[in-house]
């Protein structure tokens, strides 16, 4: 698989500011459970994209690819929640989810270029 730093890829630079914006955005929340909650899913998607890019495979690389997808779609879910229970207002809503929506289609669009070729 030719190597392609992690660092480069756009998907995880903005993977890495949705999880700094999340972390800034709830740093007064004191409901510690769901902070630390979304705050993990969060910090978890630029790191399986790095974790991924460093595989030797692109089976192995789709993999991890997955499970930050997984993590988007868990941050998704919490955003809303957090908008629901009054702890984001609606701009702040909209502008997280729509960036972690981006991050979801620009994984899946990595994914499926890993896909074998038939």
Known sequence: MAYQS??????????ISLSTRIYEVL????DYGFKDQICRAAVSIPSNIAEGM???SKKE????L??????????????LIAS?????????????????ES???????LIKSLAPKT
């Open 103 to 109: 991050i979801s289609r620009m994984l899946q669009g």
């Open 27 to 30: 740093r007064k929340c004191r």
């Open 54 to 56: 460093e595989r030797n």
């Open 66 to 79: 997955h499970i930050a997808k997984g993590s988007c779609a868990e941050v998704r879910t919490q955003l």
């Open 61 to 64: 690389t789709a993999h991890f």
């Open 84 to 100: 629901k229970i009054g702890y984001l207002d609606e701009s702040k809503f909209e502008n997280l989810k729509m960036d972690a």
């Open 6 to 15: 992690y660092e480069n890829l756009e998907v995880w630079q903005k993977a």
